[in-house]
């Protein structure tokens, strides 16, 4: 503005020198010129600061839905399309996560896109921890003496459960078929389930085995006279004690009498 020539031939005006990196912050030199027709010219210098007084943006980031057990996220995976007005670049973080992975529920996680001159933007989302996975067990095949117990716990044996939340387990016997005192395989069912209640069930095969020799009550020494008939000493057994129900049977493992000499 305000130019002034001596003569009336007119003057142009240009550009000498732009130093400015319209991108980046700083302070620059821009230097203008007026020439009129004669060729004669004047020149003016002024500085240009670039200033950033924008923060980025980026895309909304969806709610998101995990199962419980993931490993911890790096939220600052969903920012999207940032847009910044200078090339200093940006920082992203995650400014909150209140996430409980293994614990089922509704929770807010804020991202942040800072931009060199500190400016920032925030988005904050909800993170829903579900529980879709039922649990896992182990639990073997059991061998157990009959008539050792009237009844058995056999969640007792359950071990090496694996649950993908922080809100445990309940171990039931869904079914025992077990005749604790019979000898014979029988089959028993348990299951593990988790506070949402997925479940998971196994069955195993139960032994019931006799190891152990009956028993029966002293028998005192006889008298017979020479000349009787063969006798049945198996009548002389009482008191017969075996730890199954499967029954005894009696016999005679030895009889040396001579039943015609004294």
């Known amino acids: 503005t305000g130019v002034n020539d001596n003569a009336d031939n007119g003057t142009s005006n240009s550009e000498f020198s732009d130093g400015v990196d319209y ?13 009129d027709d004669a060729g004669n010219t004047a020149d003016r210098s002024f500085s240009v600061t670039v200033e950033d007084t924008t923060a ?41 996560d209140g996430v409980d992975y293994d614990t089922r529920g509704t929770y807010t996680v804020t991202v942040r896109v800072t931009d060199a001159q500190g400016l920032f933007t925030e ?3 909800d993170v829903t921890v579900e529980d879709t996975t ?32 922080d809100e445990g387990t309940t171990s039931v016997e869904v079914e ?54 063969d006798q049945d000493w198996t009548t002389l057994i009482t008191g017969v004690n075996d730890n199954a129900d499967n029954g005894t049977s009696n016999s005679e493992f030895s009889d040396g009498v001579d039943y015609d000499t004294r």
Do not use: C, H, M
Request: glycine content about 6%; aromatic content about 10%.
């Open 176 to 229: 025992d078929n077990v005749d604790y005192d019979t000898r014979g395989t029988y089959t028993v069912t348990v299951r593990v389930t988790d506070a949402k209640g997925l479940f998971t069930e196994e069955t195993i095969t139960v032994t019931v085995e006799d190891t152990t020799d009956p028993t029966f009550d002293a028998i005192l020494d006889q008298t017979i006279e020479a000349g009787g008939a």
């Open 134 to 165: 039922a649990p896992t067990f182990s639990i073997d095949n059991q061998t157990i003496e009959a008539g050792d117990y009237t009844t058995y716990d056999w969640t007792t044996e359950i071990y090496s459960i694996i649950e993908n939340t």
């Open 56 to 96: 980025p943006t980026f895309d909304a980031i969806l709610d998101q839905t995990i199962e419980a057990g993931t490993a911890d996220e790096d939220w600052t995976s969903l920012i999207t399309n940032i847009v910044e007005n200078t090339d200093e670049g940006t920082v992203s973080i995650e400014n909150t």
């Open 23 to 35: 991108d980046t912050r700083g302070t620059y030199t821009v230097t203008v010129r007026v020439t």
């Open 123 to 125: 988005r904050s989302f």
